[in-house]
């Protein structure tokens, strides 16, 4: 029996570069963080007492016979990549789907480390990332970037760079105090809505073609935005920064927000807090605010309404928490 544990991932600066069809020809960059809030898959072979050869426990139960009658895209097409057969996997959560915080790319991730390490295999954090990243775009053929993967594969506070050579990851060099400050100045909150990225994703590719001076911005915006970081600079402009970056990419699609996430962005505003951002596509999900402390007070009793998050930023990115080698106790 294998369980992993994969984290999911807040995104701050450079969203939508992450396309193929945009760093391809500009490069692109984000900068994001993996958090303490984590999706489980625990993957084991079935034992032959059953008339069905494979069964999945998500938010849904599915028990088939063959492999291309799982409904589950990534599981199905992940299956037949690395040859997988007769299976039991269960999928547990932290956090809900559909929420903007990269929860399909940290289940396609822990799953294929689950199945590597089914087979007495190790896989890198690179391989773990790029077979992510061709299950779900190639494969399942859809739609996306490719930041969710590499975040969830790696794991840690980082700047990830794009372009036609590939990807590079690098963690943003911050002191530990300054780093804890930060964490201890972003609240999360959960709006209480929940789509499919992807859906959204539709939507902002028929706007990419024609928003490509926004995207460019978003781009330069990823430097300035180390620079605040890893700099003495005010922490605090790194808030006003989340400001301008959101109403950036408010402009890529009119899908991005929705009224209601209008009205609680400028509710958090009006409390105190300095700038924040919908994590994900946009349509719902997380809200993510940068409060200074004093203020923190205030920021949460106007944000009662919403669920608010409790997180801590972490590095480990995906991994095996429990490891039994199966030993083949039946034969025919």
Known sequence: MI?????FRMSFFGGGTDFEEF??????AVISTTFDKYCYVNVRH?????????????????????????????????????HMKDLRITYEADLPARSGLGTSS????????????????YADKRR?????????RK?????GGIQDQIAAAFGGFNRIDFGREGYSVNPVIISPDRKEQLNRNLILFFTGFSRFSSDIQMDADKDRKQKKQQLLELYSLVDEAEGILTSKCNLNDFGRLLDYTWELKRGISNKVST???????ETAVKAGALGGKLLGAGGGGFLIFYVEEDKRGSVLSAMKDLLFVPFAFEN?????????PEVENFKN
């Not at 773990?128 to 779900?136: K, N, P, R, S, V």
């Open 128 to 136: 773990l990332a790029d077979d992510a990243i061709y299950l779900e």
């Open 46 to 82: 079935l034992p032959p007492f059953f008339d069905y050869h494979t069964e999945l426990a998500y938010s849904r139960i599915e028990r088939v016979e063959d492999i291309d009658e799982i409904c589950h895209p990534a599981v199905r097409e992940a299956m037949k990549y690395l």
């Open 3 to 7: 369980i992993t544990q994969t984290p």
């Open 106 to 121: 940290s289940f396609a991730v822990g799953m294929l480390n689950a199945f590597y390490a089914l087979n007495g295999r």
């Open 259 to 265: 009224f209601a996430i209008d009205v609680a962005y």
């Open 23 to 28: 760093y391809l020809e500009h490069g692109g």
């Open 316 to 324: 480990s990115g995906s991994r095996v928490i429990h490891y039994t």
């Open 139 to 143: 494969l399942c053929k859809e739609k």
